[in-house]
Each structure stands twice: as C-alpha cells, then as structure tokens.
C-alpha cells in the first residue's frame, strides 16, 4: 500500500511521498479513477526529474501535477496548490519539472475519472515517428522492448499485430529516451538561469 498523504476522491486529488513507485501508486488507486502518468518502474520523483513521458500534444505529465515540494539550498519550498485552475504566482511548478534534480519531496496529483488505458509492448525495431503515425499518445524504450500506451489505436483492435498486451512496464526505462513521443524538455537559456536562482538541491 502506498502512504498516501492524502486523498480526496471528490476533488480527484492525491497527494503522494516522491519515493513512492509509479507501479504502486497505479495499483493502488481506487476504482474508477486514474492518473495520466506511464506506468514504469521509476519513482514518482524520478518521473518528476525526467519530465515524465509523452509527446507536449497529449496530455504530458506534468500537466497532472497541481503542485509540489522540492528541496533547495534554503530548505524545502511548496509551489503550485491542489486545485486545476491555480493561476497566482510564477507557475514554478512546470518549471521545475523535468529539471533532472532529485530534489523533489511530494506531489500533488490530478486523478482523473476514466478507465485505465491498455499498455503494450513489443520486441520489434519501431521508430518513435510510426508509433505516433498509429495513434499512440505514450512510448517509451528499454533495452529490451518498446512500450507503447494511450488513445486508441486505428480500428479499435484489442492487440496490435506484433504487439503483447501486458499491465506494467517492469523493464527500467532507458535514460536516452528520443523521439517525438519522448517529453525531453529543451531548456532555454533564460529557463537555465531561472532554474539555477532556484537552487534545486539534489537529494543523496
């Protein structure tokens, strides 16, 4: 069981330890609600650091986190809130996300009331451009297999031909994630300086 810090299924919120697994935080949610975030065997906060997974058209991960704590040379610092339109202040929220800092201590997540989308793999040599040609929304690699996750598929089929329906991604992602279906986001320079006033403290 996940050590929720909190969860309110009226306002389709949980608020979540960033050592907490994705796999377990997935497999714990109670019925009826999901949360848009890929189902890899990472943490909640390596997923942060990463930027998550997803093209920036479809749903990526950081638009499913209201709001979190991270760790910086002054101590811990709270930004964003735990409703959707929260609009005072810099949005530091989506800024620190993807920074590549395990500085990250909770988060607050958006849960959304839909069924869970149906997870694939395959061991074929696909390209992140065909994947995204077929409908798919989420893809990532490992060394061994391309997962793929999302919307439909054309022709509404239950498995994809060269494809196996399974329900995690046990395989640890690969840090070299590419593609137009792999959030890597570009850090600009004014971005850089931001992040750099912000003094992301890396956790040990």
Request: glycine share 8%.
């Amino acid at each position: 069981m996940i050590e929720a810090m909190k969860l309110e299924l009226e306002d389709l919120l949980l608020v979540v330890n960033a050592t907490e697994n994705l796999q377990d935080i997935h497999q714990h949610l109670p019925e009826g609600v999901r949360l848009r975030a890929a189902k890899v065997n990472l943490t909640l906060g390596e997923c942060l650091a990463r930027g998550g997974f997803g093209e920036l058209n479809a749903n990526p991960f950081r638009h499913e986190v209201l709001g979190l704590t991270y760790l910086s040379e002054v101590g811990a610092v709270e930004t964003g809130g735990i409703v959707v339109k929260n609009v005072s202040g810099y949005d530091l929220t989506r800024l620190v996300i993807g920074s590549g800092k395990q500085a990250f201590q909770s988060a607050n997540l958006r849960l959304r009331p839909e069924p869970t989308s149906k997870l694939y793999r395959t061991t074929a040599q696909v390209s992140f451009a065909e994947l995204k040609q077929q409908g798919w929304a989420y893809a990532w690699k490992t060394m061994q297999h391309t997962y793929v996750e999302g919307d439909q598929v054309e022709g509404d089929q239950d498995v994809p031909a060269g494809f196996e329906q399974v329900v995690y991604c046990t395989d640890v992602p690969t840090e070299d994630v590419r593609g137009p279906l792999g959030l890597q986001p570009v850090q600009n320079d004014l971005t850089l300086r931001v992040l750099d006033a912000l003094k992301l403290k890396s956790q040990a």
